[in-house]
T-cell receptor, first 111, second 115 residues
Framework: QKEVEQDPGPLSVPEGAIVSLNCTYSNSAFQYFMWYRQYSRKGPELLMYTYSSGNKEDGRFTAQVDKSSKYISLFIRDSQPSDSATYLCAMRTGANSKLTFGKGITLSVRP | DAGVIQSPRHEVTEMGQEVTLRCKPISGHDYLFWYRQTMMRGLELLIY????????DSGMPEDRFSAKMPNASFSTLKIQPSEPRDSAVYFC?????????????FGSGTQLSVL
């Protein structure tokens, strides 16, 4: 079992939809959780990060972490065509600087 | 700041040839990371440096891969000899100790095709 599993996708939704992207992990030592967004032919860029269980909101984006279930989610409200990208979850333990990434899910928001 | 700069953007080579990928991190960043991205395996860490010193190279797939960081503003990833299974997008990323640990700044990548 890989340390981080991400829904494979791709995912296509109409503009304005609520999107839910999910990752599960097996290593209980992961303490820090992130979502990166990657546009086509670009490198990933940090979208959100959180250290604790619960929800963290930033505009139309909400990151949710459930450490007891080893499950993280990213919700996108009122999705826009500009949200079309690949979304990668990432996490790390506190012990070193290495990030472990999920494989990513490609989201397409149709106008 | 121009961000992390990688060259070349695209590289097409034949099996057995040597390939050198280049990276210029953001000025002032003391961590540099090399990642490889494929559809099958996603984004994998190959090696990372701190203050120009290799810290963890456990992700380097085999001895055909080597990486150097001769100074704070330049790093190379070399594959010799290259094989078709090395075809992937190779990303360089950097961050600073004083910044958010989670925030890596990625370059735009080098698309490598080994025929």
């Amino acid at each position: 079992q890989k340390e981080v599993e991400q829904d494979p996708g791709p995912l296509s939704v109409p503009e304005g939809a609520i999107v839910s992207l999910n990752c599960t992990y097996s290593n209980s030592a992961f303490q820090y959780f992130m979502w990166y967004r990657q546009y086509s032919r670009k490198g990933p860029e940090l979208l959100m990060y959180t250290y604790s269980s619960g929800n963290k909101e930033d505009g139309r984006f909400t990151a949710q972490v459930d450490k007891s279930s080893k499950y993280i989610s990213l919700f996108i409200r009122d999705s826009q065509p500009s949200d079309s990208a690949t979304y990668l979850c990432a996490m790390r333990t506190g012990a070193n600087s290495k990030l472990t990434f999920g494989k990513g899910i490609t989201l397409s928001v149709r106008p | 700041d121009a961000g992390v700069i990688q060259s070349p953007r695209h590289e097409v080579t034949e099996m057995g040839q040597e390939v050198t990928l280049r990276c210029k991190p953001i000025s002032g960043h003391d961590y540099l990371f090399w990642y490889r991205q494929t559809m099958m395996r996603g984004l994998e860490l190959l090696i990372y440096f701190n203050n120009n010193v290799p810290i963890d190279d456990s992700g380097m797939p085999e001895d055909r891969f080597s990486a150097k960081m001769p100074n704070a503003s330049f790093s190379t990833l070399k594959i010799q000899p290259s094989e078709p299974r090395d075809s992937a997008v190779y990303f360089c990323a950097s961050r600073s100790t004083g910044g958010i640990n989670e925030k890596l700044f990625f370059g735009s990548g080098t698309q490598l095709s080994v025929l």
